[in-house]
T-cell receptor
């Protein structure tokens, strides 16, 4: 089974620019998550989708971050405008459903490393 | 929120056992996980334990859970250089449908 695909792998932008990341989850996985992993820290959940609806976006900085999951499959995460502190690895993960995710069914992508200069 | 604490570094010699520790605060935790992250790679689930278990063994990996002390550990027997990576403890709070990750322990295995 193909894994969770993310692109690009790396991105360098200047502060105040905008950037978008793309995630293609495992086929059939209804639940999709975006995590932010700052260097030296564990991943922090930004947003969770169930199909194309948002389940939890309580930790998403909504003044600059947005995410969508049209048609309940692929998802994009956007930052506009970017700040220096947004430099991090952005990880996408998916699971069949939240319950399966809790039983170890999360699959993570390799992430997009964002550097804001 | 949940507080999940790990020590930052661990260095062992090849062939020795490694023990990585994690403490947490949320008593409603349902599932507790260990993930491995190699440089430039995503998170790989190693093993998980349900909160009503004390121990789980899977080949070279042994997970111990002390619910009273809210302490989780991962023991890797016969540690190999390929085990060098960052290991994350993660706590699943079923009530809140959330995952909380520790900051990771970097394991360095010396030949």
């Amino acid at each position: 089974e193909a894994g969770v695909a993310q692109s690009p792998r790396y991105k360098i932008i200047e502060k105040r620019q905008s950037v978008a990341f793309w995630c293609n989850p495992i086929s059939g996985h209804a639940t999709l998550y975006w995590y932010q992993q700052i260097l030296g820290q564990g991943p922090k959940l930004l947003i969770q989708f169930q199909n194309n609806g948002v389940v939890d976006d309580s930790q998403l900085p909504k003044d600059r971050f947005s995410a969508e999951r049209l048609k309940g499959v692929d998802s994009t995460l956007k930052i506009q405008p970017a700040k220096l502190e947004d430099s991090a690895v952005y990880l996408c993960a998916s699971s069949l459903d939240p319950g399966t995710g809790f039983q170890g069914g999360y699959t993570f992508g390799s992430g997009t490393r964002l550097t804001v200069v | 929120g949940e507080d999940v604490e790990q020590s930052l570094f661990l260095s062992v010699r090849e062939g020795d056992s490694s023990v990585i520790n994690c403490t947490y605060t949320d008593s409603s935790s349902t599932y507790l996980y260990w993930y491995k992250q190699e440089p430039g790679a995503g998170l790989q689930l190693l093993t998980y334990i349900f909160s009503n278990m004390d121990m789980k063994q899977d080949q070279r990996l042994t997970v111990l859970l002390n619910k009273k002390d809210k302490h989780l550990s991962l023991r890797i027997a016969d540690t190999q250089t390929g085990d060098s990576a960052i290991y994350f403890c993660a706590i699943g709070s079923y009530n809140f449908n959330k995952f909380y990750f520790g900051s990771g322990t970097k394991l360095n295995v010396k030949p």
